[in-house]
C-alpha cells in the first residue's frame, strides 16, 4: 500500500512535470484526462507541487510589456507636425532678434503637448484595470483541505472551490457542480448567467455554450462546484484579451492626420516663400541690402505660418470636451472631440448600451390573460395593463407572491440607484413583486421558508416551501421553472379564483402563450404552487408533481426607453448602427426590432456565419448586416478592422471586457460609464456618463460643431495670412517699397488675428449640423473650395492694402506703412466677422459671441495703441492718423466682409454644380 501511494505520487508529478502546460481542449475532454493533463487529481495539490508550479508558471496574474513611461509620453507630444512647424518658427523668430515672439511661440507649443500628455497618461492605465478585475482571494483543495490562499498564487492543476458570490479566480474546468450559474456577461456580453454543469462537450464549442467551463473574472451567482484550473494569468481567456489589448495599434484621428498634411503643406509653402520673396525682393528693390531683404523674407515666411493655429485646434477640443463633459460624455484623448463628429458607422454593444443589462419582466400570463408590464430596468415602477385596461395590482397579488417567494435575490438602493444582488432572473421577480406594491414586510411576518429545494440544470426548477406561522400546518410549496416542464408535473389550474383540473385544452393554450412569449425572445418562467401537509421531509418527488400551474412570466433585457429616438436620429444624420452582442439570435433581433434597426433586405448574423466568410465576403455584406450575434471578440475586432478598410470611421460602445480590444482600434472608443468595466473605460477615448445611447447623438452634435469651427478659424487665419503675403509680393514686383516692416508683420501674425480667431472658435453650431451625411472621411482640411476663398479673400486683401499703401506713398513712406498696417489689421477685423458660418448672409448677431466681441476689441485697441502711443511708435515705427484716415481705411477694409460672403456664395454655387446630377 505504500509502495503504491509513493507510485501514484511520483507518477502524478512526472505527468505534473511534462503535461501540465500541454495543450488541451479541456471542454471537449472526459475529466480523467483533464485531470492527467494537469498532473492533479480531486484531492487537489500538495503544497510543495504548488510551489513548484508557482516558480514555473508564475504569478496568477496579467502581465504586460515595458510600459511607456511619463517623460516619453510627453515627448512623443512635438512628434506633431503643427507643433514641429511652430518651433520652427520660433526659432526663426529668434534669429530676428524677436524674442517676445519667439517665446510666445514656444508657450504655446508646450501648453498643446501638455495638454496632449494629461490626456494620453490616463490611458496607460489600461491594463492595471484589468488587474483590479481579478479576484483577490480563492478558495483551492490543498494537501487534501480547503484553503483561502491569494488569487495571484493559484497555479495549473489546482482544485478550486467556487459558490454563490465569488470572483472565479482563473480558468477551470467543472468536475463537481450544484445548480451552479456563472455571470459571463464581463466577458461573452450574455446578458443572463449561464447555467453550468460537467458533461463533456463536442470540439469546436463556442466559448458562450462551454457550460463545463468558468472562466477568470466572471461571477457566481447561483450555486456552488469545483474544478480543476487549466489556465492561469495570460493563459487564461482574459489574459488573452489583455495581450489583444496590448497588440490593437491605437490609430491616429482623423484631425491629426489631416493636420499633419497641412503642417507639410504650410512648411514647403515657407521654405518656397523665403526663396522666391528674396530673389524678387533682390531683384526689385536695388536698394534693399541683402541683409535685410533676408531677415524680411524670413518675418513673411513666420508670418505664413497660423502660429495662433495650434492653441486654436487645442483649446477648440479642451472646450468642445467641457461641453460634451456637460452633456454626460466624457472625452479622455482631446483628438477624439472631433472624430466624434467624423463618425460614419456605429458598433454598438447590446448588453449594457442598448439595452439596460437588467432583466426585466414585461408580459405575465395570468388567469387567461396576456398581461403588459411598463417599467424597465431594476427600479420598481411599473402599470400592468391587459390591451389598454390597467389592472388592479391587488388581482395579481397571488401570482406575483409565487414569484416573490421562491427566490434568493434582494432589490437594494444604492445613492438613488436600484441594483440587484443575487440572480438576475429572480431579481427580476422580486422587482416585478415590488411594481405590484407586493406587501413584503407583512408576507415575512406571517409566512416563513420551511425548506428550499434549489435549482438545478437536471431538474429546470426549484421549489421554496413556506408555512404560516401562526398556522404551522398551513403549508405550501411554491414552484418556478422550464414552463414546459412545470406544466408536466401540473395536474391543475388556478381559474378565476378556484382551482379546478387542468385540461389539454388548457395545455395547449399555454404553451400556445408560451411559444409567441419565445419568439418575441423573451425568457419565460413558468409558476406553479400546491398546498402540502405539515412536518413531511419535503423530498423532490414528493414535492414537484400534481401541481397548480398558476402562470407564465416573460422578461427580456429590455432596450433603454430612448434608444428607439437616438437611433433614428443616426440614421437622419447619415450614421449605420450595428449591435454585435454575444447573445442569441433570436433575442438580439427581437430587441433590433424594437429599436427600429432592422430595415427591408437588412442582415442578422452570428459570430460562426462570420467565421465561415473571408474578408472580402464580408466586406460585400457589411452594409446590410446590422446585428451580430453571439460574437466574441475576435468578431468585433474583425468587424471594426474591416469597416475602417472601407473608408468609414468607427465608433465602437461597449462595457465589457470583452469589448476591450475593438474599443482600442475604433476611431472612437466609447465605454459606458455606470456598467462599464475599468478595462473597458481605461481603452476607450470616450466615456458615456449616464450609459444613454442618446447622450452618442449629443457627442456626434458637438463633434461635428467643434469641426465646423476648425474649418472656420483654419479659413480666416490663413486668409489673412494670405493677404498679408499678396500685400508684400505685390509690392516688390510693382517695384514699390516694403508696406511693412518685420515686427508689424509678427504682431499682426501672434495677437491681432490671433484673438479674435481664438473668438471663433467659441462660436455655436450650424443650424443643419445633424441634419447633414457626415463628411467624406478622406476630404482634405484644406479643400479646394477653401483654397478658392481663401484666394479670393488674399488678393482682395492684397489688393486693398496696397491701394491705401500707394495712395499714403507721397506723404512718405512711414505714413504709407502705418496705413497699410492698419488696413491690414481692420481687413482681418471684417474678414473674422464674415467667418461666423461656413455658409453665406446668415444673420448672426454679434452679441452671440462675446468671446469674438472682446478679441476684436482687442486686436484693434491694441492697433490704436501701436499707431498712437509713442513708445509703441517707436518699436513697431508708425505714425498717428488723422479721423479722415481711419475712415478711410475703414471703408476699404470693411470689403473684408462683403468678399468673405461672397466668396461663399461663390464656393456654394461650384459645390452645387458639382454635386448636380448629370
Known amino acids: 500500500m505504500i509502495f503504491l501511494s509513493f507510485f501514484t505520487a511520483s507518477f502524478l508529478s512526472c505527468w505534473s512535470g511534462i503535461l501540465d502546460g500541454a495543450l488541451m481542449d479541456f471542454y471537449s475532454a472526459e475529466i480523467k484526462d483533464v485531470f492527467l493533463n494537469a498532473g492533479s487529481s480531486k484531492d487537489g495539490l ?67 503637448a501638455i495638454l496632449g500628455f494629461v490626456q494620453e497618461y490616463k490611458a496607460e492605465r489600461a ?85 463545463n467551463m468558468v472562466f477568470m473574472g466572471t461571477i457566481v451567482t447561483y450555486g456552488k462546484g469545483r474544478g480543476v484550473v487549466t489556465g492561469t494569468g495570460m493563459d487564461t481567456e482574459f489574459g488573452k484579451i489583455a495581450l489583444t489589448i496590448e497588440e490593437a495599434e491605437e490609430p491616429k484621428t482623423l484631425l491629426q492626420n489631416k493636420f499633419e498634411s497641412l503642417a507639410r503643406q504650410i512648411g514647403l509653402v515657407v521654405i518656397v516663400l523665403v526663396g522666391v520673396v528674396f530673389v524678387l525682393g533682390l531683384s526689385f528693390q ?65 448588453t449594457g448600451t442598448l439595452t439596460k443589462s437588467q432583466l426585466s419582466a414585461t408580459r405575465l400570463f395570468f388567469d387567461g390573460n396576456v398581461i403588459d408590464v411598463s417599467g424597465i430596468g431594476y427600479e420598481p415602477k411599473g402599470e400592468f395593463k391587459h390591451g389598454t385596461e390597467k389592472m388592479d395590482k391587488k ?88 414552463p414546459d416542464v412545470v406544466l408536466k408535473k401540473c395536474a391543475r389550474i388556478y381559474d378565476s379564483g378556484r382551482i379546478r383540473s387542468l385540461t389539454k385544452r388548457d395545455r395547449e393554450s399555454i404553451l400556445s402563450v408560451n411559444e409567441s412569449f419565445a419568439e418575441d425572445a423573451l425568457r419565460v418562467l413558468g409558476l406553479a404552487c400546491r398546498d402540502m401537509p405539515a412536518g413531511g421531509k419535503y423530498e423532490i418527488e414528493g414535492v414537484e408533481r400534481d ?58 448574423v452570428t459570430g460562426e456565419y462570420i467565421d465561415r466568410l473571408n474578408d472580402s465576403e464580408l466586406m460585400e455584406k457589411l452594409g446590410r448586416i446590422r446585428v451580430v450575434a453571439r460574437a466574441l471578440p475576435g468578431h468585433k475586432l474583425r468587424m471594426v478592422k474591416l469597416l475602417k478598410k472601407q473608408g468609414h470611421v468607427v465608433a465602437m460602445t461597449g462595457d465589457g471586457v470583452n469589448d476591450a480590444p475593438a474599443l482600442k482600434t475604433a476611431d472612437v472608443g466609447i465605454a459606458m460609464g455606470i456598467t462599464g468595466s475599468d478595462v473597458a473605460k481605461e481603452v476607450s477615448k470616450t466615456v458615456l456618463v449616464d450609459d444613454n445611447f442618446a447622450s452618442i447623438v449629443n457627442a456626434i452634435s458637438e463633434g461635428r460643431n467643434i469641426y465646423d469651427k476648425i474649418i472656420k478659424s483654419s479659413r480666416y487665419l490663413l486668409s489673412c495670412n494670405l493677404g498679408e503675403i499678396i500685400t508684400v509680393f ?178 456654394s454655387g461650384l459645390r452645387a454644380g458639382r454635386n448636380a446630377p448629370s
Open 286 to 350: 536695388k536698394e534693399v541690402s541683402i541683409a535685410r531683404m533676408l531677415i524680411f523674407s524670413i518675418s513673411l515666411a513666420v508670418a505664413a505660418v497660423p502660429t495662433a493655429l495650434p492653441a486654436i485646434v487645442t483649446i477648440g477640443l479642451a472646450l468642445g470636451a467641457s461641453s460634451m463633459a456637460k452633456r454626460n460624455v466624457i472625452i479622455k484623448k482631446l483628438p477624439a472631440t472631433e472624430s466624434m463628429g467624423s463618425v460614419t458607422v456605429i458598433c454598438s454593444d447590446k
Open 547 to 604: 401541481l397548480v400551474f398558476v402562470g407564465l412570466v416573460g422578461m427580456i433585457d429590455a432596450p433603454r426607453e430612448e434608444v428607439a429616438a437616438a437611433v433614428k436620429q443616426c440614421e437622419d444624420a447619415g450614421i449605420n448602427v450595428i449591435a454585435i452582442t454575444g447573445d442569441h439570435p433570436v433575442t438580439a433581433k427581437a430587441v433590433a426590432d424594437r429599436i427600429g434597426l432592422l430595415k427591408k433586405d437588412d442582415l442578422v
Open 46 to 112: 500538495s503544497a510543495s507541487e504548488a510551489k513548484a508550479r508557482l516558480k514555473r508558471h508564475g504569478f496568477n496574474e496579467l502581465v504586460r510589456k515595458k510600459r511607456r513611461t511619463a517623460l516619453k509620453i510627453f515627448f512623443e507630444q512635438f512628434r506633431n507636425f503643427l507643433i514641429l512647424l511652430l518651433l520652427c518658427a520660433s526659432v526663426l523668430a529668434v534669429f530676428l532678434g524677436d524674442y517676445v515672439e519667439a517665446v510666445g511661440m514656444i508657450c504655446i507649443a508646450i501648453l498643446s
Open 127 to 211: 491594463m492595471e484595470a484589468l488587474k483590479r478585475i481579478s479576484a483577490p482571494t480563492g478558495k483551492v483543495v490543498r494537501d487534501g483541505s480547503e484553503k483561502k490562499i491569494p488569487a495571484r498564487e493559484i497555479v495549473p492543476g489546482d482544485v478550486i472551490v467556487i459558490e454563490s458570490g465569488d470572483i472565479v479566480a482563473a480558468d477551470a474546468r467543472l468536475f463537481e457542480d450544484s445548480s451552479l450559474q456563472v455571470d459571463e456577461a464581463i466577458l461573452t456580453g450574455e446578458s443572463v448567467p449561464s447555467p453550468k454543469d460537467t458533461k463533456k462537450l463536442k470540439e469546436g464549442t463556442e466559448i458562450t455554450e462551454r457550460t
Open 395 to 482: 388581482s395579481l397579488e397571488f401570482m406575483l407572491r409565487i414569484g416573490y417567494l421562491c427566490n434568493n435575490a434582494k432589490l437594494v438602493e444604492k445613492g438613488g440607484r436600484w441594483d440587484i444582488i443575487g440572480d438576475p432572473t429572480e431579481g427580476a421577480l422580486v422587482v416585478l413583486a415590488r411594481k405590484g406594491r407586493l406587501d413584503e414586510k407583512a408576507l415575512s411576518r406571517r409566512l416563513s421558508v420551511v425548506k428550499e429545494l434549489p435549482f438545478s440544470s437536471e431538474r429546470k426548477m426549484m421549489t421554496v416551501i413556506a408555512g404560516r406561522k401562526r398556522k404551522p400546518e398551513r403549508v405550501c410549496a411554491y414552484v418556478k421553472g422550464a
Open 730 to 907: 505685390l509690392a516688390i514686383m510693382l517695384n514699390l517699397p516694403l508696406p511693412l516692416v518685420p515686427l508689424q508683420i509678427l504682431m499682426m501674425n501672434l495677437l491681432t488675428d490671433g484673438l479674435p480667431a481664438l473668438g471663433l472658435g467659441m462660436e455655436g453650431a450650424e443650424e443643419d449640423v445633424m441634419k447633414r451625411s457626415p463628411r467624406n472621411p478622406k476630404e482634405s482640411l484644406f479643400t479646394n473650395e477653401m483654397l478658392i476663398l481663401t484666394l479670393i479673400f488674399g488678393i482682395v486683401m492684397g489688393i486693398g492694402t496696397l491701394f491705401i499703401f500707394n495712395t499714403y506713398l507721397d506723404r512718405g513712406e512711414e505714413v504709407a506703412r502705418t496705413a497699410a498696417f492698419t488696413t491690414l489689421v481692420l481687413f482681418e477685423m471684417f474678414a473674422v466677422v464674415g467667418s461666423r458660418s461656413l455658409y453665406p448672409f446668415r444673420k448672426l448677431n454679434i452679441f452671440t459671441n462675446k468671446w469674438l466681441l472682446l478679441g476684436i476689441l482687442a486686436s484693434v485697441s491694441i492697433q490704436v495703441a501701436i499707431v498712437n502711443w509713442g513708445p509703441l511708435q517707436a518699436i513697431f515705427s508708425t505714425v498717428s492718423l488723422s479721423s479722415s484716415d481711419w475712415l478711410r481705411i475703414v471703408t476699404i477694409s470693411s470689403l473684408g466682409f462683403f468678399v468673405m460672403e461672397l466668396g461663399k456664395v461663390f464656393v
